[in-house]
């Protein structure tokens, strides 16, 4: 049983995973036992030295294939452990899900789920587990990252606390940070370079509507940052709200890049080197995208080099009491101190710290629905409280119609 168990298991060991490491180990009252895992057991050593260095805590290390269920089975009755947190590639979710739920324990990501063959992300084969984790009396807690992640609280406590009906979400996402660098991406550069060029697609009137990359943009002011250009994505919360939030019109999401940021990829992407399909070179054969990640600077590399301040948030608009309103909730980090605190830049810090956070709710029963459930169908309270002790502070303002 769950209740028998103890302790964390973090499966993957770049960015995020080094925040929310550093993140759990400045919570190990909640954790008890935390145990880093991955692929490269180099990654984690170095991670487990940060983590004594900051916090003075010797944590576990292991190796492991998170693409072996089986070796995953094995680890995780070794350990014994209460959670997992998944922080390692979006394709690995199924395998550690199926893990967890063999094992009889919690599971928690930041990212859904997303087929190696193919540029498509969606929540359909997480959520096709809901039974199974409800039988077990487990949760599989998706996507607690910021966005998704506290994107999804974002909304919920707005719905709980300022409106009676959303209506609207524009979720508006901004990196106004400069690493030095011409080309560099701030998180695993397969995962964001597909993302970014890939068709745009937003919900509305019941319908998903689809655009061409980067087809539809906006210059919005970011509060305490400015205005930036924006461009509308698809984005995985976006699933999942439209099925959650009751009375939505419309959501969509939208993401900075800097006119550099979009040649450069316009570029790649024109001399194949986006392709996710194997090409013949030299008689070996290659991915361009996973090559070309070899060539571009390691995210986990970033923290030093960046300057300037990242904003997340979402304007929700709809009725209270009969009257239309709007608000503006959003949080405001800046990079130079998410690396003073974790030697992490914030595209990093923002997604690391709620992967603890959320991991923490379901580690002391705070959070305690049972299936694979999204964040915003959770209370928002306690998530919303963390957020301002464990770095990432918040604020709401209401906006003109």
């Given at each position: 049983?769950v209740?028998n168990?103890?302790?964390i298991l973090?499966?993957?060991?770049?960015g995020?995973s080094?925040v929310?490491t550093?993140?759990?180990?400045?919570?190990?009252?909640t954790?008890?036992h935390?145990?880093l895992a991955?692929?490269t057991l180099?990654?984690c050593?170095?991670?487990k030295q940060?983590v004594?260095?900051?916090?003075?805590?010797?944590i576990?290390i292991?190796?492991?294939?998170?693409?072996?269920?089986?070796?995953l089975?094995e680890?995780?009755k070794?350990?014994?452990c209460?959670v997992?947190?998944?922080v390692?590639l979006?394709?690995?979710?199924?395998?550690?899900?199926?893990?967890?739920?063999?094992?009889?324990?919690?599971y928690?990501?930041?990212?859904?789920y997303e087929?190696p063959?193919?540029?498509?992300?969606?929540?359909?084969e997480?959520?096709?587990?809901?039974?199974?984790f409800k039988?077990?009396?487990?949760?599989?807690?998706?996507g607690?990252?910021?966005?998704?992640g506290v994107?999804?609280?974002?909304?919920?406590y707005?719905?709980q606390n300022?409106?009676?009906?959303?209506e609207?979400i524009?979720?508006?996402?901004?990196?106004?940070g400069?690493?030095?660098?011409?080309?560099?991406?701030?998180f695993?550069p397969?995962?964001?370079?597909?993302?970014?060029?890939?068709?745009g697609?937003?919900?509305?009137?019941g319908?998903?509507?689809?655009t061409?990359?980067?087809?539809?943009?906006?210059?919005?002011?970011?509060?305490?940052?400015?205005?930036?250009?924006?461009?509308?994505?698809?984005?995985?919360?976006?699933?999942?709200?439209a099925?959650?939030i009751?009375?939505?019109?419309?959501i969509?999401?939208?993401?900075?890049f800097?006119?550099?940021?979009?040649?450069h990829?316009?570029?790649?992407?024109?001399?194949?080197?986006?392709g996710?399909?194997p090409?013949?070179?030299k008689?070996?054969?290659i991915?361009?995208?996973?090559?070309?990640t070899t060539l571009l600077?390691?995210?986990?590399?970033?923290?030093?080099?960046?300057?300037?301040?990242?904003n997340?948030g979402?304007?929700?608009?709809g009725i209270?009491?009969?009257?239309?309103?709007?608000y503006?909730?959003?949080n405001v980090?800046?990079?130079?101190?998410?690396?003073?605190?974790?030697?992490s830049?914030?595209?990093?810090y923002t997604?690391g710290?709620?992967?603890m956070?959320?991991?923490?709710?379901?580690?002391?029963g705070?959070w305690d629905?049972?299936g694979?459930?999204?964040v915003e169908?959770?209370?928002?309270s306690?998530?919303m409280?963390e957020?301002?002790?464990?770095?990432?502070p918040?604020e709401?303002?209401?906006?003109?119609?």
């Amino acid at each position: 049983m769950v209740e028998n168990k103890k302790g964390i298991l973090i499966i993957g060991a770049g960015g995020v995973s080094q925040v929310a490491t550093i993140k759990c180990a400045m919570n190990i009252d909640t954790f008890e036992h935390i145990t880093l895992a991955s692929r490269t057991l180099e990654k984690c050593e170095n991670i487990k030295q940060i983590v004594k260095d900051k916090t003075d805590l010797d944590i576990d290390i292991e190796q492991i294939d998170a693409d072996d269920t089986k070796a995953l089975i094995e680890l995780i009755k070794k350990l014994n452990c209460k959670v997992v947190l998944n922080v390692a590639l979006p394709y690995q979710d199924l395998t550690i899900m199926d893990a967890c739920l063999e094992t009889n324990t919690h599971y928690i990501d930041t990212a859904n789920y997303e087929h190696p063959d193919e540029a498509k992300f969606e929540y359909k084969e997480q959520w096709a587990k809901d039974e199974d984790f409800k039988t077990k009396n487990l949760t599989a807690l998706l996507g607690s990252g910021f966005d998704p992640g506290v994107t999804g609280v974002f909304v919920k406590y707005i719905e709980q606390n300022y409106l009676d009906t959303i209506e609207y979400i524009d979720i508006m996402d901004c990196n106004a940070g400069d690493h030095g660098y011409p080309f560099a991406t701030n998180f695993n550069p397969e995962i964001n370079l597909r993302e970014v060029s890939a068709n745009g697609r937003y919900w509305e009137e019941g319908e998903w509507i689809e655009t061409k990359p980067l087809e539809i943009r906006v210059d919005h002011d970011y509060p305490k940052v400015g205005v930036k250009p924006s461009y509308l994505l698809y984005h995985e919360e976006l699933e999942s709200l439209a099925k959650n939030i009751k009375g939505i019109k419309r959501i969509r999401f939208f993401m900075t890049f800097g006119d550099s940021y979009i040649q450069h990829m316009n570029c790649l992407q024109n001399v194949g080197m986006l392709g996710i399909e194997p090409i013949l070179h030299k008689g070996m054969k290659i991915t361009p995208i996973e090559f070309l990640t070899t060539l571009l600077p390691d995210p986990a590399s970033l923290g030093s080099r960046t300057h300037g301040k990242t904003n997340i948030g979402c304007i929700c608009e709809g009725i209270k009491d009969g009257i239309r309103k709007k608000y503006y909730i959003y949080n405001v980090k800046d990079h130079q101190e998410c690396y003073k605190e974790t030697l992490s830049q914030a595209v990093s810090y923002t997604t690391g710290v709620p992967a603890m956070i959320g991991s923490k709710l379901v580690y002391n029963g705070t959070w305690d629905l049972k299936g694979a459930r999204n964040v915003e169908e959770f209370d928002s309270s306690p998530f919303m409280d963390e957020l301002n002790t464990q770095g990432l502070p918040w604020e709401v303002i209401e906006m003109d119609i």
